[in-house]
């Protein structure tokens, strides 16, 4: 790439950030077919085609969205040496996360373990619902999505589900409430915190069902910090991994119940199909 244009790449680069090809050339005050041709140039340069047009617009191929973390990075040294001339910019490679709201921060913590700390990263974290970060990893603003549920086949093609942590669900609550001698005199004697539309819900409701009795349910909450926080509170009975409550268990607040719910919930890494993946990416669901 020695030869490669940065007037093209800089070009690129306002288009890239624009969406519009009218509006780039007017502000840079460039002929639209002037800039067109520079694009046209850069592509020819590359091997790959890096816009498409979408409506009035364009939008950035997989090749083009690559091709512009590098240009950021580029132009963002640039800046930096000019500012500093005492130090060099550093190039860093954005690796872009999404995690479910609902996802334990603990199980996040681990997840980024092998990363945190590495200064030739930029650890971009987004989080929300499956169906927004799952759209965004299929747009590839995203390179992974963590969930507790794979994609269905029929939700969007191409994604490809990495089972990254299997955990055992367990009862956790403060000392006072484990003095029960059976894990359905436990259950129907004390209230219980769940989560909400989930892999534990289905099977908590199962359990509950075989053993014939009928929970008091104190909360049900769809985000695990608040899981945390009740069981803290002594609100009732949390039925979680014990990833959720980690810091918790090892500081003697909660502890378990002796008693096996056969409920095991499992953590994915999603990703999708890419002729350019992020290596980063392999670094952490590979390992």
Known sequence: ???????????????????????????????????????????????????????????LTEAGRIALDHADRIFTA???????????????????I???????????LEFL???????????ILRSGGATVLLEALQSLTLDVVLTTEPPGRDAFSGFTS??????????YGTARRMHHTS???????EPVILPTESSIRTGFDSLTARLGVTAQIAAEVDDMAMVRL???????????????????IANGLLQAAPFDLDIVESFYAVTVNRSFPNPVVKDLIGR
């Open 230 to 248: 009740l069981a803290r509170e002594d609100a009732g009975l949390a039925i979680t991994p014990a990833v959720v409550l980690a810091d918790e």
């Open 162 to 171: 990495h089972r990254i942590s299997e955990q055992r669900v367990g009862v």
């Open 1 to 59: 790439m020695a030869d490669l244009n940065y007037h093209h790449l800089r070009y690129f680069r306002a288009v890239a950030h624009d969406g519009n090809l009218t509006r780039t050339a007017e502000r840079l005050n460039l002929s639209q077919s002037a800039l067109s041709t520079q694009i046209k140039q850069l592509e020819a340069r590359m091997g790959h085609k890096l816009f498409e047009r979408q409506g009035r617009g364009l939008a």
């Open 113 to 123: 373990r092998p990363i945190i700390g590495r200064d030739d990263l930029d650890i």
């Open 183 to 189: 894990l359905g005199s436990l259950l129907a004697s």
């Open 78 to 96: 640039g800046d930096e040496l000019v500012a500093t001339l005492n130090r060099t910019g550093a190039a860093r490679q954005p690796i872009r």
């Open 98 to 108: 999404g995690a479910l709201s609902t996802l334990s921060r603990n199980f996040q």
